[in-house]
């Protein structure tokens, strides 16, 4: 059961403080019976209008987080900060969790659904949706690197899939992936010896890390955002 107000400002897009106003002017009904209480607690199956619009169950929910350093993606820890802590009140409810990893250390583009078969599909490597992030290491980036990204390196886990690397600096790249192995990049980078010292995740699939989303903000996605994670990119 959860309270009239957020349930209104879940499913809707209103904000909180214009739910309560909603259902403070008598304009939401539950179940035909016009409620005035935003604490007022609903269930699945209770019909909701506002107005003469029924309120339909929003079956999923995608939030973009750019993600800080200093939080691991997990929905519960007993002494460390998790990425759940950074979603706010209003997008807040149960059943969310971070569809894939980021290190503790790592920044960017994070995906937090209650979707299990979404987050399903975006992770396995067999549907191919690709991450890019942006790399810095502490020794000079090489043509040896990005040919063995190419070729696929062999971690103690198997041998990876072909990764792309595109230099942009001396110490910098791009690394596109299309798995997530526990700290893959800083494994494949440590085969040449290398250590990551900057890791940040750009994009997954078609969709890139909005410009306007400070880090440690998150947002709704649209559903057009959500289709573009799935939506095959030309490597
Ligand atoms: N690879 C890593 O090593 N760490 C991440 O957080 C993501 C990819």
Do not use: W
Request: contains cysteine; charged residues 30%.
């Amino acid at each position: 059961m959860e309270r009239l107000d957020k349930i209104i400002s879940s499913r809707t897009g209103l904000s909180r403080k214009e739910a309560k106003a909603a259902v403070s002017g008598g304009k939401v009904t539950v179940n035909g019976n016009i409620i005035r209480s935003s604490e007022y607690k609903v269930g699945e199956n209770d019909e909701i209008f506002l107005g003469c619009n029924k309120i339909s169950e929003k079956a999923h929910l995608y939030i973009v987080l750019h993600k800080p350093k200093g939080y691991v993606s997990a929905t519960e820890d007993p002494t460390q900060k998790t990425v759940l802590e950074l979603v706010p009140e209003e997008l807040m409810r149960s059943g969310l969790f971070p569809a894939g990893r980021l290190d503790k250390d790592t920044t960017g583009l994070m995906i937090i659904t209650d979707d299990g078969d979404f987050a399903h599909r975006i992770l396995s490597p067999k549907k191919h949706v690709s991450k890019k992030y942006a790399v810095t290491i502490d020794l000079p980036v090489t043509d040896a690197m990005e040919k063995g990204f190419a070729e696929g390196i062999e971690l103690n886990d198997g041998i990876c899939k072909t990764a792309k690397l595109e230099k942009t600096g001396e110490y910098t790249c791009f690394v596109t992936l299309s798995e997530g192995r526990y700290h893959q990049i800083k494994r494949m980078f440590g085969c040449f010896g290398a250590k990551v010292t900057e890791l940040h995740r750009l994009s997954m699939g078609g969709f890139f890390l909005p410009d306007d989303l400070p880090e440690g903000e998150c947002r709704e996605l649209t559903e057009e955002e959500v289709a573009l994670i799935e939506s095959k990119v030309k490597e």
